[in-house]
């Protein structure tokens, strides 16, 4: 096979390297993005089975000043629906669709907890202070996405001022980067309460990142068609600028000193750069240091001991059901996209210390045991639970509703499972037990007798993907960070050791989403245009 050329290789079509390769193609660079599966969009894609459109990866998309002003600048054209989120614990459920409704919330919690009126309000002091911070932070679109060079009424009466607030704001957040569940024993010794409000999040997320999500959660939008529009059209845009995508071509040797990649068919390509947008792992992993210079090779090692040292972060199991149903009956329940959580209880010890003492157990721990955590934790936990149909009614059949359910699940324990040699029979477990512990508490009998039913779990998404542990948000939330974890320094998370060599996405920057990857792609793609104008001048 004849050795290919681009100037501008990435690898890995999720929404990072969709994002580099739009504009690296708009900047006129011959742009390749290789993908290891079938379609692009990464933990971002929709799927349709039997007439029914599902989310495989985020269930909606956090505007956070970024999607729409990307879309303009991109020239875009995508139908955002309005996504509003419902929150509820037990009977209780509060949708939320303004600032106001966040008040409402914190009344059914006082209802709930009774005697812990004063702790309700104190953490909802907290919360609105950090609303009124994450409003100044993404509530201005993002500078970066405008062209404000010739725009000076912009630049002074708009940009300056608010970024003067913005430094203060991120400045006065990332002083509250204290894990969530540490900062909320400060506030209420009732751990249930506690429970019902950190259960929502990873482990160990920072109080600013999870207290944050109030806010977040009124900005999210849905695409018409489902979150897979969104990579959809920004491959669109790849091809249109004159940019290539090829799908199942797995990247499996990187050599720097050539620069130089192989494929899983033994294709070669050569660059002018390269850009990883997936798991960093696989990077160094794939890396042949021949031909480097001793000093660049120790800094690879260096960075490389600080990668294989952590660990992909919380990931997800997620159930999908067709049912015979029609929307409207789940409407009178919930909007589209619901955090929900059976019992006030929370899961207390259930998550940490039993998981820890099976896990500790390996082999030795037994069926009987697990499948009664399985069923505590199911009682327990917190679901995201989203009805795609109830956004956008086309993705359902007719008078039949879809579901998307799924709650965090710890990835060593499917790990575990499977060696064990009983996968199938977990996953099945996992899926009754949810569906059993919602048609009880939340559905009513609704879901009776599913018609199509199947999951994901942690290890699917590792499989597919190829990343580490399941993580489905990049590294675990715990410090110190392998990677540059301030948004101040967001821009310099794109730059690697290696020569020519860029990286982006929820792996070079913690903790990541969405928007971070979108802007992280933006980032890469400015720190190579703009070196690539310097090479040129000195030549
Ligand atoms: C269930 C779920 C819910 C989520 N909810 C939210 C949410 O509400 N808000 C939010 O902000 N974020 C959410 N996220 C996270 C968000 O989707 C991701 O952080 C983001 O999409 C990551 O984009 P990325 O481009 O960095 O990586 P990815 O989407 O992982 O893309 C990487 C791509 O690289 C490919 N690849 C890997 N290895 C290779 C290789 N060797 N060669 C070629 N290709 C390769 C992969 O197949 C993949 O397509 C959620 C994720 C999931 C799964």
Not at 123 to 147: A, L
Not at 219 to 242: H, M, R
Not at 262 to 274: C, E, H, R, V, W
Not at 348 to 360: D, I, N, P, R, V
């Amino acid at each position: 096979m004849n050795t290919k050329h681009y100037e501008m290789l990435i690898v890995g079509a999720g929404l990072s390297g969709l994002t580099a390769a739009a504009y690296l193609s708009l900047a006129n660079y011959s742009t390749l993005v290789l993908e290891k599966t079938p379609t692009y969009g990464g933990l971002v894609n929709s799927f349709s089975q039997d007439g029914y459109v599902f989310d495989a990866g985020a269930r909606a998309i956090e505007n956070s000043g970024i999607i729409k002003p990307m879309l303009k600048e991109l020239d875009i054209e995508m139908e955002l629906l309005e996504s509003p989120i419902s929150i509820g614990v037990e009977s209780e459920i509060t949708q939320l669709n303004s600032n106001e409704s966040i008040d409402h919330y914190r009344q059914a919690l006082e209802t709930l907890y009774p005697d812990n009126v004063a702790d309700v309000r104190k953490i909802f002091r907290v919360i609105n202070k950090v609303y009124k911070e994450m409003d100044v932070i993404y509530g201005f679109e993002n500078p970066v996405f405008k062209n404000f060079r010739n725009d000076r009424t912009y630049l002074f009466k708009e940009l300056l001022p608010w970024f003067g607030r913005f430094l203060l704001a991120v400045s006065r957040m990332e002083r509250m980067n204290e894990p969530i569940e540490t900062y909320l024993r400060k506030l209420s010794t009732n751990q249930s309460l506690n429970d019902i409000i950190d259960q929502h999040f990873f482990k160990q997320t920072p109080t600013f990142f999870a207290l944050g999500y109030f806010y977040v959660y009124l900005d999210y939008l849905y695409p018409k068609g489902g979150t897979g529009q969104f990579p959809k059209k920004l491959a669109q845009k790849v091809l249109e600028n004159g940019g290539e995508i090829q799908v199942n071509t797995k990247v499996m040797k990187v050599h720097p000193a050539k620069k130089m990649v192989q494929d899983s068919n033994g294709q070669n390509y050569t660059y002018d750069k390269l850009l990883w947008c997936c798991d960093l792992k696989s990077l160094y992993q794939s890396l042949d240091t021949t031909g480097l210079e001793t000093s660049v090779i120790k800094s690879i090692s260096e960075q490389s001991e600080k990668l294989f040292t952590h660990r992909g972060g919380d990931s997800v199991f997620s159930l999908f059901l067709g049912v015979d149903q029609p929307p409207q009956e789940f409407a009178k329940i919930t909007s589209g996209h619901l955090f929900y959580t059976p019992s006030r209880q929370g899961l207390g010890e259930t998550h940490l210390s039993e998981l820890k003492t099976l896990l500790a157990k390996g082999q030795n721990a037994s069926k009987k045991e697990i499948k009664a955590w399985v069923e505590t934790y199911c009682n327990l936990s917190t679901y995201e639970i989203s009805i795609p149909s109830l956004r956008d009614k086309n993705l359902s059949p007719e008078g039949k509703t879809g579901l998307i359910i799924s709650f965090l699940f710890e990835y060593d324990l499917v790990r575990l499972v499977h060696d064990a040699g009983w996968y199938d029979e977990f996953k099945l477990l996992v899926e009754e037990n949810m569906i059993k512990t919602l048609d009880r508490t939340l559905f009513n009998g609704l879901l009776e007798e599913p018609k199509l039913q199947f999951s994901f779990s942690p290890l699917s998404i590792e499989n597919q993907f190829g990343n580490s542990e399941g993580g489905i948000t990049g590294w675990t939330l715990e410090q110190p960070s392998p990677v540059v974890n301030k948004l101040k320094k967001i821009a310099s998370s794109v730059k690697t050791a290696i020569p020519d060599i860029f990286q982006c996405g929820q792996w070079a920057y913690s903790p990541a989403g969405i928007p971070t990857a979108i802007l992280t792609g933006w980032y890469a793609a400015d720190a190579i245009c703009a070196g690539r104008k310097t090479e040129q001048k000195k030549q």
